[in-house]
């Protein structure tokens, strides 16, 4: 933890004031990069940029630096700007998650290394932002979150479109014969016009609704587009604000209680948003010594109204949102469910910023006593197929398979999935199970977005765009279907999923949070004696440190040495 100097200085103070050899080393090596006297005795600001080319979702981010900077220095800061790994989910291989925890460490340590008072710390893209919760987490340092904002809507013939759910439905319609390669490319450049991140509810924005929620944003922050002039406002505001919770002392750990987590657990399920914010609640809360179970989400979304209107499991996307009121309507209209006494980075609590908020547009933010369904986004099931839980987007699964058996067609892994799924000879039709095996966190490794297992080409050509699929991967938070995944334990350390062969009957009953594998304890007792681990993917390195130490899904994926030693289990 970040604690102030034994004199009682603040860290930035006490460093630059020291009368020895390294406060003089201090001074004039920062003085040297035009810094004066009078800088030195402001409060030092750090300003964690993740811009990074390879990075589309922050592209924008040394534009938003510098008004960040401009709000720093009005409010009496030193800005001082520094640089993380930025991690980019198109972009990056085999997958992020891989690297949300290095992220998470680096920035961590370029916390507590340096003499940093506060830090305005700029995400966006999926794990940019969990990496930034787990780190102030954990050095707890006085810190606020500024997100880079969505795209604005795509467009095309008349019609929004969203990245990437879109990007899932034009694929499709492609490799099924239904749009030309001229086409598939008009598609391509008419679905991402502009700076930001994904503009549907995937895992970017409800990141960026997560960081609002927890009280580690200011209101208002998550839904505004990226190119809007309000963002470079908000940007400005961000900056003023850190220096007043550097002069209040008011760190993280004082926001971030395990009341917020409650209030951004509700907030995701009236969203729809990400499955992947388990794993990343989980995570954050495992580095405030935290633990939150999957019961806890799966009881707050029992009770939690889904109610914007928001795709992939609604109609509109987040520039509605945005001038339907943002996360602070949402927040308003669950008020009466939320814990209004957090304490947020405003300096004020969750009840004090929601005075004065209204809902501006009731076709995107539903009424709590007319929502768009009684229940939350996401429901964690159960059964003999994974004792640890896994996860489905019940807003987002056709009616139709919301309860069904049918037989199982196994891939063993992604490269066996990739060989055969279009294979004209493989025994699949309609009501089949798809399973994907060897997918998660050690197996895959690190739980790539690939548990939106494509439709068998042979039954795209027949209509066919849903089915039930089970994997111990993620999907995207813009993914859409019958989709099961975070099966725990994995196939790759032996979880039931690797003991599934083909023609097995499964059972989903996502009401009664359901999953069930119809094969006797003494049948899969014989196929566990069978049952060899996969080779591990890395031999050396971040890699194998990766496989080695990353806990389960349902621990939240964070590396086992970073989290208290009784969450370790």
């Known amino acids: 933890m970040a604690e102030q100097s034994d004199n009682g200085k603040r860290r930035g103070e006490a460093y630059f004031a020291d009368e020895g050899l390294w406060g003089f080393i201090h001074r004039s090596f920062t003085k040297s990069m035009g810094y004066t006297e009078e800088d030195l005795a402001k ?26 900077k401009r709000g720093v220095w009005q409010a009496g800061g030193l800005p001082m700007e520094f640089p993380t790994i930025s991690i980019g989910e198109p972009y990056v291989k085999p997958t992020t998650m891989l690297l949300r925890n290095l992220m998470a460490m680096d920035t961590e340590e370029m916390l507590k290394a340096h003499p940093i008072d506060g830090v305005v710390l700029i995400g966006g893209c999926d794990k940019t932002v969990p990496a930034q919760l787990m780190a102030a987490a954990s050095a707890n340092i006085p810190a606020i ?15 929004s479109l969203g990245a990437c759910t879109d990007c899932y439905q034009f694929t499709l319609e ?19 016009r502009s700076d930001g991140h994904c503009m549907v509810m995937g895992t970017a924005s409800t990141m960026a609704s997560i960081a609002e929620a927890l009280g580690m944003a200011l209101p208002g ?26 002069k209040a002392d008011i760190r993280p750990r004082e926001i971030m209680t395990e009341a917020a987590l409650e209030n951004a ?10 499955t992947n914010a388990i794993i990343h609640l989980v995570a954050i809360a495992g580095r405030l010594g935290i633990r939150l179970p999957l019961e806890k989400f799966d009881e707050l979304a029992a009770a939690t109204p889904f109610l914007l209107n928001l795709r992939p499991s609604g109609q509109y996307q987040m520039e509605e949102y945005f001038e339907a009121g ?24 969750v009840s004090e910023n ?30 003999n197929l994974a004792p640890d839980g896994a996860l489905i987007k019940q807003t987002a699964v056709s009616t139709h398979l919301k309860k069904h058996r049918g037989r199982a067609v196994v891939f063993e892994s992604p490269a066996d999935l990739e060989r055969r799924i279009d294979d004209p000879e493989l025994d699949v039709d309609e009501s089949s199970v798809l399973v994907l095996k060897n997918a998660g966190p050690k197996g895959a490794p690190a739980m790539p977005e690939i548990g939106q297992i494509p439709i068998p080409k042979k039954l795209l050509l027949r209509g066919v765009r849903d089915m039930v699929r089970i994997s111990d991967a993620r999907i995207s938070g813009t993914s859409y279907g019958a989709l099961i995944v975070h099966a725990a334990p994995e196939a790759a350390v032996g979880g039931p999923l690797a003991l599934v062969q083909d023609g097995d009957m499964i059972e989903l009953d996502s009401a009664a949070r ?3 594998l119809e094969v006797d304890a003494e049948e899969l007792a014989r196929r566990r004696e069978r049952w060899t681990p996969p080779e591990p993917h890395y031999d050396r390195g971040y890699g194998l440190l990766y496989i080695e130490r990353v806990m389960q899904a349902d621990k939240g994926c964070d590396f086992d040495f970073l989290v208290p030693k009784e969450l370790r289990k």
Not at 145 to 159: A, D, E, H, I, S
Not at 369 to 375: F, K, N, S, T, W
């Open 43 to 68: 409060p030092v600001i750090g300003i964690c940029n993740t811009f990074s080319e390879l990075n589309k979702c922050h592209s924008h981010f040394n534009e938003l630096v510098d008004y960040v």
């Open 145 to 159: 979150v500024l997100t880079g904002g969505p795209m604005l809507n795509g467009r095309l013939n008349g019609r």
């Open 174 to 192: 492609h490799k099924a014969g239904n749009l030309n390669d001229e086409q598939l490319a008009t598609a391509e450049n008419a679905i991402c």
């Open 221 to 246: 922050c998550a839904a505004i587009p990226a190119p809007d002039s309000r963002r470079r406002h908000m940007a400005e505001r961000t900056g003023r604000q850190i220096v007043n919770l550097v």
């Open 265 to 274: 657990i509700r907030v995701t399920m009236a969203s729809g948003g990400s």
């Open 326 to 349: 943002g996360v602070p309507a949402l927040m308003k209209e669950l008020e009466g469910l939320l814990h209004g006494d957090c304490l947020t980075v405003t300096g004020r609590t």
């Open 354 to 383: 929601l005075r004065g908020v209204e809902v501006l547009d009731r076709s995107v933010i539903y009424p709590l006593d007319r929502p768009l369904d009684p229940q939350g986004g996401i429901a964690v099931l159960r059964g």
């Open 514 to 516: 359901r999953l069930h």
